[in-house]
């Protein structure tokens, strides 16, 4: 896929993986990558980037002795998977332009 | 390369950036490897799962923007002493030619990898011309009669030899494309190491 257009919607895939239940790192990598590849480089750049534009907000839990770290997505990041949804109606119109070319008589 | 060696050597190389980013990274990737490692994997079979340190090490200085490694590197350490600003205002006729001199160095540099580029098309350019040329001369001692097979097979071969060596500016262009991506990842990888940071 393209870099530019994969970029805008990694964003988005990581959000959605948080959207049901909290989540953290490996597990998200599991569930985003079967949809999108993405390196853990890349899934910290992401995080950090959701963090500080608070779209979510992290908490750490202790699991078999070791602490681990949770991400919650908060309503702003809801809000931001929503608008997502809408930008997306708009793109499918502009897909289904270029799948079906010019119509005008 | 168990998990010790791995975030030993992942803190050795990641000296240039900031330094909660440092530890950002340490303590997820170190997360990392645990989970794997408690999906039933060892320690070797999850650094090799996140691409081995190489592969990670690459990554990071592709997710990381040039922008933000210059900055880092820019921020002062310490406050400046009196002394100090004395140093670089009486070093100054010393200091500034040596900055003009590593500016002009890295101009130069940028310039080089493009030359090859401009010199292949422009000695494309050159066939076109030339067979244009041949062309011409053909219809212009059309009356006379001299010359014309020579110049029309002239014509002929330049367009042929222009046509093929587009290919070979094609070629450079996307080597030379591929050489600066190289040479970026290069620069900031040398950035993300950092290495004489004196904190």
Known sequence: MDAQLKRGVLDVCVLAALKNEDSYGYKIIKDVRPVLSLSESTLYTILKRLEDAKMISVWTKEFEGRLRKYYHITSKGIRRLEEFKEEWKELNSIYLYIVRGSRYE | ?199
């Open chain 2, 1 to 199: 390369m168990n998990k010790r060696e791995f975030l030993n050597e992942l803190e050795r190389n990641l000296r240039g950036l900031p330094k909660d980013d440092i530890e950002g990274r340490l303590s997820f990737y170190s997360e990392m490897i645990d989970d794997i490692v408690a999906s039933g994997k060892t320690e070797e079979e999850a650094v090799l799962e996140l691409g081995g340190i190489d592969n990670v090490l690459a990554d990071i200085a592709c997710d990381t923007p040039l922008k933000s490694l210059v900055k880092e590197k820019m921020r002062p350490r310490r406050k400046a002493s009196g002394l100090l600003i004395l140093i670089l205002i009486l070093g100054f006729p010393l200091w500034f030619p040596l900055l003009i001199t590593a500016f002009v160095l890295c101009l130069v540099g940028c310039l080089l990898t493009w030359i090859f580029v401009i010199v292949a098309y422009s000695i494309e350019i050159s066939f076109i011309v030339s067979s244009i040329t041949c062309l011409a001369a053909f219809f212009m001692y059309l009356a006379s009669g001299d010359n014309l097979i020579i110049l029309v097979g002239l014509a002929i071969l330049l367009a042929g030899v222009s046509i093929l060596f587009l290919y070979v500016c094609k070629y450079i262009t996307i080597f030379n494309a591929k050489l600066n991506k190289k040479i970026l990842l290069g620069i900031k990888r040398g950035l993300i190491k950092g290495g004489n940071r004196n904190e």
